[in-house]
């Protein structure tokens, strides 16, 4: 487990200098943009933007580690929407088994595009933003710091987990656990000698850690500071506006009839 | 109170990704033997199972590279997933056992009683998520609702009983149960009716709404859009007025 199972890419981008406040309105614009349309040619758009926005900002190795996750979820949609939509238009494939009809197609389509884009979108988002910037954006969102706290530790500790998992996995592998064997059930089962190991070093690690809080006097209620505490830059004022702009024109072209169906 | 809540996140997350077992639908659900985590650390740990179950499956999105407008149903489901436990267990009348989960007496009672609990877990975080997944045209009510129900419950059913059978004693000799953390004005004084009343409510609300989600209700219809807002508002009216007993069970 030496590979660090974050995301973040360290580059020195546009979209990386941007704070995760910006980042978050921007993504809510892509996000409403291929949420409001149904037309795949109209969902493609941010799709297409996400994923050229994606390369530029050095995320390729991270589309390609979770492209079979997309390709699936592309397909998932494309082959259950058909069967929970109102047919219409020329048929495009009859079979003893199943008729797809043009519309059919393109609202399922449109569905896959839809899912593409907002994993794309958020993959963009993980890509270009740091652990810490996503706690200091969550502070500055206004929630509660024992939460963002809570948030930062467990980003803090899920690499720590991780590793003791997979050491627990080798060490009973060694032993001659086998979990990938049998039916479902019996799969499953095989995983309580690995689950309480991990369960109960976690457990010791709570201890330790509450210890090592309390001792340095730590308290959620009191005012905290943040070493990498980033302000707006006029940048980030253009990303929002622009967001705000995708968001209203998206949704009143949607209202106006434009990319439905 | 706060760490309990970052390692149940961390350890969730953790457990989530290597683990993923029998993929079922390719980035939305899988057969998870982690999905045993929120039920049983909600016995355990009480509201830092819910936050930290709910915190931990954003993680498992961000790491995982799933992130997105569904990870915010996801935080909800999750948090409920981790939340109905402790509010149900000693709660549920005739189905309760009167019992500690420890599983070392009349494990008969406490086997249908945790059953009880990990299928209505089960069933209000797939509500949720599929409620949230078909508001954003992203998968059908039925087809997602019926699947975490079923492989959230499978999980939490094979796998909790034995590991509470193992680990409760353990736990509770570190005095990390909740209600040895948690102060004594943070644990609610609740009537014991009224403790009743909401569990039953909530097991009530989160069963009908994947059922008529799943069978009676066109997905993306206003339909089932409404059935998903009146069970969300009832499940939080509930969830407000309802009230824990493990303390009480324990002996606190």
Known sequence: ?261 | MIMLTAVVAAVYAAVLIPFKGLTIIPGFTSVRPANVFPVIFSLFFGPAAAWGSGIGNLIGDIFGGTFGPASFFGFIGNFFFGFVGYKLWGNLGPLSSGEEPDFRSNTGRQLLEYLVVALVAAAITAAIIAWGADLLGLVPFPVLGATITVNNFIAAAILGPPLLYLTWPRVKEMGLLYPEVLRDDDLSDVASARRQIAAYGIAVVAIVWVLVGVFIAPPQSTFQRALGAIGFVLVLGLAVVSGERLSELVGY
Request: hydrophobic share 50%.
């Open chain 1, 1 to 261: 487990m030496s590979r660090s199972p974050s995301l973040y890419v360290d580059r020195n981008t546009v979209l990386h200098r941007l704070t995760a406040r910006s980042k978050l309105v921007l993504l809510l614009g892509v996000f409403t943009t291929a949420y409001v349309f149904g037309h795949p040619a109209a969902v493609f758009v941010p799709l297409a933007a996400s994923f050229i926005a994606l390369i530029y900002a050095g995320g390729w190795r991270n589309f390609k580690r979770l492209a079979y996750i997309i390709a699936a979820l592309f397909l998932v949609g494309f082959v259950v929407w058909p069967a929970f939509t109102a047919s219409g238009g020329p048929t495009l494939l009859h079979t003893p088994v199943v008729t797809v009809t043009r519309r059919e197609f393109l609202f399922a389509l449109g569905r896959s595009e839809r899912i593409a884009a907002f994993i794309v979108g958020g993959l963009l988002f993980v890509t270009t933003t740091s652990n810490e910037e996503i706690v200091a954006g969550l502070r500055s969102l206004g929630l509660p710091y024992a939460f963002c706290f809570a948030v930062g530790t467990a980003l803090r500790l899920f690499p720590t987990f991780l590793g003791a998992t997979g050491t627990v996995q080798q060490a009973q592998a060694a032993r001659g656990h086998e979990v990938s064997g049998g039916n479902p059930i019996s799969r499953l089962r095989g995983y309580i000698p690995l689950l309480i190991p991990v369960f109960m070093t976690a457990i010791r690690n709570v201890q330790t850690q509450a210890m090592a809080l309390e001792a340095r006097g730590f308290d959620t209620r009191r005012d905290r500071t943040f070493y990498n505490k980033r302000s707006f830059a006029p940048a980030d004022w253009a990303v929002v506006v622009i967001s705000l702009v995708l968001i209203v024109g998206s949704v009143w072209l949607s209202l106006a009839g434009f990319g439905g169906i």
